[in-house]
């Protein structure tokens, strides 16, 4: 099982920051990696798709970068409705597995 | 545009079989390589894939819960159906399902339901 380990767990910052998350695969993946937005309450979100694309709707200050083994998603400069928790998950063998998150809170 | 829709019970007892079904609209589940899948997440936890079936025969399973699970598919009634037996507290969760886009389209989930939280009682 491809095991992916997300840092930090959790981050706090303001507004306007610039955020860098990551994404560490066991193996390499290539770029069959996703990531995902959940708000409290709420189901998840794609974000990013094959490590670097934008999904649909997704505003221009998300990118995604990366392959093999580590794996980035940047927010330029955060907005209120960004704080939330975000997750990868990778599709490049079965089972498919999530990294345990990480939590992007105002400070 | 694409829907989805858990229902079922929102509570069970241990030792019992818990059935939730999946309802879905704006696209079929005939075409190649489409797919569905379902996820729990424990209150406060990660995600955690459970099962995925496609159009035609392909079934996969989480090896940790492979023995516990039937995944199916109603292609008429535009449902799919997850089946697990044995529930434990530990299994206490909300669970979603989700539309997988074809290969050509990327092969991601791109549409989530809104998700039934289900509670396992002793």
């Known amino acids: 099982e491809i095991v992916l380990t997300q840092s930090p767990a959790t981050l706090s910052l303001s507004p306007g920051e610039r955020v860098t998350l990551s994404c560490r695969a066991s193996?390499?993946?290539?770029?069959?990696l996703a990531w995902y937005q959940q708000k409290r309450g709420q189901a998840p979100r794609l974000v990013i798709s094959?490590?670097?694309n934008r999904a649909t709707g997704i505003p221009a200050r998300f990118s995604g970068s990366g392959s093999g083994t580590d794996f980035t998603l940047t927010i330029s400069s955060l907005e209120p409705e960004d704080f939330a928790v975000y997750y990868c998950?990778?599709?490049?063998?079965?089972?498919?597995?999530f990294g345990g998150g990480t939590k992007v809170e105002i400070k | 545009q694409i829907t989805l829709k858990e229902s079922g019970p929102t509570l069970v007892k241990t030792t019992q079989t818990l059935t939730l079904t999946c309802t879905f609209s704006?696209?079929?589940?005939?075409?190649?390589?489409?797919?569905v899948g379902w996820f729990r997440q424990p209150p406060g936890k990660a995600l955690e894939w459970l099962a995925l079936?496609?159009?035609?025969?392909?079934?996969h399973y989480s090896p940790s819960l492979e023995t516990r699970l039937t995944i199916l598919k109603d292609t008429s009634k535009n449902q799919v159906v997850l089946i697990m037996t044995k529930m434990d507290p530990g299994d206490t969760a909300t669970y979603y399902c989700?539309?997988?886009?074809?290969?050509?389209?990327?092969?991601?989930?791109?549409?989530w339901g809104q998700g039934i939280p289900v509670t396992v009682s002793s």
């Open positions: 989700a539309h997988r886009r074809p290969p050509s389209a990327g092969d991601w989930f791109d549409a």
């Open positions: 704006g696209f079929p589940l005939s075409t190649d390589r489409v797919g």
């Open positions: 079936i496609y159009w035609g025969v392909d079934k």
């Open positions: 193996q390499s993946i290539h770029n069959y």
């Open positions: 094959d490590a670097t």
């Open positions: 998950l990778q599709r490049s063998d079965w089972p498919l597995t």
